[in-house]
Structure formats: structure tokens, C-alpha cells
């Protein structure tokens, strides 16, 4: 029974692992379950035994994604010292939601490809599991601002959005062999925290710029043209 049960896990997660390829791809539109079928080398019955429907596959494959980075960060939270500051807790979640999503990149691409095309159902119960995992970054950076390690003036919002859509796309462009996640995570939380404690004021636009140059006035002859 359990030789039989370990089989069945290892072709469902063959599936998976398959669909989150196509999902990927072509999207939840451009997907059918025989393109899944041929992906995992397997029989298209052999994937209904698992999966009953393409929204079913497409469910699955959402939950896993949003679950790994859950699950990921809350770890590494748990594993930190109770003397561990606001800063800490924040380069712990970087670190630990940038290994989650290369670890399934495929599920993170299919989600950022596939999430505006499934149904409103399917969405809305991935949507609600994304907002839990949102109170959790917005808890530690709350955290961080009441021990007074952000600016008063941080919109803490705005930076929970810019901190998860900028971890979200090091998946597009991280490659391994390359530079190591902590290195990213350690350069990402630097540029984030530093910025979020004001140790460096931004330069405004004005600053920065020089004056327009006054226009040159055109000379009589040409006037006269």
C-alpha cells in the first residue's frame, strides 16, 4: 500500500510539475489537458485520475506557489531569536520569499501568467491566500515602524506592495550559476530597509535636475525669413 501510494505522489507531482510548465507558456486559454498529457509523458487518463478538470490543475498549481513562500517565510520567522529587530525579521522574509519562488519558479511564472485568466472563483480563493500572506509582510514592517526603525513617514502599504512585486520578478531575470540568492537578498534588503529608515534622503527631482535653458532669440534676418 505504500509502494502504491508513494507511485501515485510521484505521478501527481509529475503532472504538476508538467502543467506548471504549459500554465507557464501559454497561459490558463492556451492550455489544454492533452498539452499537460504530452508535457508529463503520461496518457491524458492517467492525469483525470488526479485532476478531474483544467481549473482543478490550474487551483492546484496557484496554491502551491502562493503555499511555498508562505510557508518559507513563516519558517524562517519562527527560527529567529526573539531578540531579533525589526531589520532582521525583514531580511529573513526577503531571503526566504526569493528561495521559495526560484525553488518553484515554474509555479511563480505560471501564476504571473495564468492568475488574470482563470475563473472568478479560482482567483478570488488564490486572491484571499494571497492577502493572508500580505498581513504577514505587513505585520513585520508595522513591527519595524513602531520600534522606530522606519521614517514616521513610510507608507507602509506602498512599500509592502513595491517590496513583493520586486521579489516577485527576480524571477524572470535570476539565473543559477550566477550571482547567489543571499547575495540578491542581502543587496535587495539594503536598498529597501536603507530607504524605509531614511539613513539616505532621496533627492528630489528638482535638485537633481538643472534650470531649462532659456530659448535663444531668433536673429533679425532670420525674424525676417
Do not use: C
Request: glycine share 8%.
Amino acid at each position: 500500500m505504500t509502494k502504491k501510494l508513494a507511485k501515485s505522489a510521484i505521478s501527481q507531482k509529475r503532472i504538476l510539475d508538467a502543467a506548471a510548465r504549459i500554465f507557464r507558456d501559454y497561459g490558463y486559454a492556451g492550455t489544454t489537458m492533452r498539452a499537460i498529457a504530452d508535457e508529463a509523458d503520461l496518457k491524458p487518463g492517467s492525469i483525470y485520475y488526479h485532476y478531474k478538470s483544467k481549473d482543478d490543475l490550474i487551483s492546484a498549481v496557484l496554491d502551491i506557489g502562493i503555499r511555498a513562500v508562505t510557508d518559507s517565510v513563516g519558517k524562517a520567522l519562527r527560527a529567529l531569536p526573539d531578540t531579533a529587530t525589526g531589520r532582521d525579521r525583514i531580511e529573513a522574509a526577503i531571503r526566504a520569499h526569493l528561495s521559495a519562488i526560484i525553488e518553484v519558479g515554474d509555479y511563480t511564472l505560471a501564476t504571473r501568467r495564468a492568475l488574470g485568466q482563470v475563473p472568478e472563483a479560482i482567483r478570488a480563493r488564490n486572491t484571499r491566500m494571497r492577502d493572508t500572506y500580505g498581513s504577514i509582510w505587513q505585520e513585520i514592517l508595522s513591527d519595524a515602524h513602531q520600534r522606530g526603525e522606519f521614517r514616521t513617514t513610510a507608507n507602509l502599504k506602498l512599500a509592502r506592495l513595491f517590496i513583493l512585486g520586486a521579489l516577485n520578478w527576480t524571477v524572470e531575470w535570476f539565473k543559477p550559476g550566477g550571482r547567489s540568492i543571499d547575495d540578491v537578498a542581502r543587496e535587495f534588503a539594503a536598498i529597501v530597509l536603507d530607504g524605509l529608515s531614511g539613513r539616505v534622503e532621496p533627492v528630489g527631482l528638482a535638485e537633481e535636475l538643472p534650470p531649462p535653458a532659456k530659448p535663444k532669440r531668433a536673429s533679425a534676418r532670420v525674424r525676417a525669413a
